[in-house]
């Protein structure tokens, strides 16, 4: 397997949020990186520059100026981010080895990072500050070309198997109400994490939940409404419908669904952006927090 080792400065400034300006002036006045050069003259720079960065820019952000920052070896700079983590004042450490753990690959760096967080908070804390987090930071490393399609499968499959692990964990609860909530992803729409989360928190809450999965022909939710009286139907468009095809979908959904019983759906995803609905059994969310957070 073929593994980023080589980053563009460009990069750096992706997968830390540190400007590249500001990198070339770090590098310049306080000689905190030592690039290579191409043969066009062009800095590029190694895991342990990655690595350097994601650290400098964590306590940079906590308080420390950088000029303080130079002044310490590696191991002086671990010391102050454990510091950090130890007093709950961050979860930057983590979600930084999270994302090494995707851009190289490792399993073990994953898992391990994992087993320290679930040591001490729970599962929710975890997906909510860490995991959607990174999640939405994917999609824009790869539109940067900053990571391939390959990175975002990788880190995907071991965020949905924590999902899946957790919701074997839960103990069977008696249900709180007579709704049965029924999640479902479009055709063609087959990111599920976002989805499946949202399963393990009605499940967590006593609720009954339905999960179907992705490539769900609209005909196909019919056969629920036969065997369940009060349904709420839950979905997130990420890349499809399409943001022009947004309103003859939902229109689609509320003539054959929706209408027969006035049931209501919840749509989360960022093919909602701008999209006004003109029902009010649709109701949109901007982000899995805020949703989940009202179930």
């Given amino acids: 397997m073929s593994i980023k080792t080589v980053f563009s400065i460009k990069d750096l400034e992706n997968l830390s949020g540190v400007k590249a300006h500001t990198i070339r002036i770090w590098e310049k006045r306080y000689n905190l990186f030592q690039p290579q050069r191409t043969d066009t003259n062009i800095r590029v720079y190694g895991n342990d520059e990655l690595q350097k960065i994601l650290n ?8 420390w100026k950088v000029s303080k920052i130079a002044e310490l070896d590696e191991s002086a700079i671990q010391e102050e981010i454990k510091k950090l983590l130890i007093a709950g004042n961050t979860y930057e450490e983590v979600y930084n080895d999270f994302k090494l753990a995707m851009l190289n690959f490792d399993k073990k760096l994953f898992d391990a990072t994992y087993a320290k967080l679930i040591a001490e908070v729970s599962f929710k804390e975890i997906f909510v500050n860490v995991f959607a987090r ?7 490393l790869w539109h940067s070309n900053t990571i391939k399609p390959v990175h975002e499968h990788f880190i995907s499959t071991l965020i949905s198997q924590k999902i899946l692990l957790n919701i074997e964990k839960l103990k069977v609860k008696e249900k709180t109400n007579n709704k049965t909530y029924v999640l479902f992803l479009p055709v063609n729409e087959i990111h599920q994490i976002g989805l499946l989360y949202v399963h393990y928190e009605l ?3 006593g609720n009954e939940s339905i999960y179907l999965g992705p490539n769900v022909p609209i005909q196909n939710l019919e056969y629920l409404q036969v065997l369940h009286d009060k ?4 979905s997130y468009f990420t890349v499809e419908p399409s943001k022009e095809n947004v309103e003859a979908y939902l229109e689609d959904m509320y003539r054959n669904i929706l209408s027969k019983r006035n049931e209501q759906f919840y749509i989360l995803g960022r093919q909602l952006e701008n999209y006004k609905p003109k029902k009010k059994n649709i109701i949109l969310y901007d982000d899995l927090k805020s949703f989940v957070e009202s179930i």
Avoid: D, H, V, Y
């Fill in 203 to 205: 499940l967590s809450q």
């Fill in 56 to 63: 400098i820019a964590l306590l940079n952000n906590n308080g």
């Fill in 134 to 140: 990174l999640l939405k930071e994917i999609g824009i």
């Fill in 231 to 234: 349904i709420e139907f839950i």
